[in-house]
């Protein structure tokens, strides 16, 4: 199993920056993309960015140009560097790891989350 633990949020101003983290324990192998997802109250979680082992990374349009997700292998840790936020960027923030393995089994493993909130 994976635990996956998220830190970093809290009540920031629009325009201010948060740096989101995710710490992974347990049986860390043949984890390919990692990956930061949000839920607002009242709509569907959705991707915010991922990042696969080659360092590949992807990016939902509403936060191009604002946030950065980057990785630390030898720390199973993930981070998402959140500038430039917005009320609208407000909601619980999860991480995710993803595994695959050679006969193609696809494990997914989530975070309990952690709130942003962006108010002035």
């Known amino acids: 199993q994976v635990r996956l633990v998220e830190s970093g949020g809290g009540l920031v101003q629009p325009g201010g920056s948060l740096r989101l983290s995710c710490v992974a324990s347990?049986?860390?192998?043949?984890?390919?993309?990692m990956g930061w997802y949000r839920q607002a109250p009242g709509k569907q979680r959705e991707l915010v960015a991922d990042i696969t082992t080659a360092g590949s990374t992807n990016y939902a349009d509403s936060v191009k140009g604002r946030f950065s997700i980057s990785r630390d292998n030898g720390k199973n840790t993930v981070y998402l560097q959140m500038n430039s936020l917005m009320p609208e960027d407000t909601a619980v923030y999860y991480c995710?790891?993803?595994?695959?393995?050679?006969?193609?089994?696809?494990?997914?493993?989530w975070g309990q989350g952690t709130q942003v909130t962006v108010s002035s």
């Open positions: 995710q790891f993803v595994r695959h393995l050679s006969d193609n089994t696809v494990y997914k493993y």
């Open positions: 347990g049986s860390i192998f043949s984890i390919s993309v």
